[in-house]
Nanobody
Framework: VQLVESGGGLVQAGGSLRLSCAVS????????MGWFRQAPGKEREFVAA????????YYTDSVKGRFTISKDNAKNTLHLQMNSLKPEDTAVYYC??????????????????????WGQGAQVTVSA
């Protein structure tokens, strides 16, 4: 199984970036997926998650209304559209795959232990 993130970079505050995660080696169509991030000196934190068919999405409060998670099951790709970026969004962003198609609740969606496959990460830097 491989998860490969792309689309990171340097952007000014207020700008936008779109992260992508290309997935291979698992049945992506039936996988629930998540995005996490880790800033220097901090623990990895949940950003967003989506169930297998996109019918349920979950977001941490700090990104609600600014970030949108989506799945393209035809292209085996997960996306994270990030708008109105802030310096505090600076982090390495990781995509992750869950072995189950749905999340029971937000706690399960936001827990790193729910996921068994991880990408290598993509750096996002937001300048003030």
């Amino acid at each position: 199984v491989q998860l490969v993130e792309s689309g990171g970079g340097l952007v000014q505050a207020g700008g936008s970036l779109r992260l992508s995660c290309a997935v291979s080696g698992l049945t992506f169509k039936y996988a629930a997926m998540g995005w996490f991030r880790q800033a220097p000196g901090k623990e990895r934190e949940f950003v967003a998650a989506i169930n297998w068919n996109g019918g349920s999405t979950y977001y941490t409060d700090s990104v609600k209304g600014r970030f949108t998670i989506s799945k393209d099951n035809a292209k085996n790709t997960l996306h994270l559209q990030m708008n109105s970026l802030k310096p505090e969004d600076t982090a390495v962003y990781y995509c992750a795959a869950s072995p189950t198609p749905n999340y029971i609740n937000y706690i399960r969606a936001s827990s790193t232990g729910t996921y068994n496959y991880w990408g290598q990460g993509a750096q996002v830097t937001v300048s003030a």
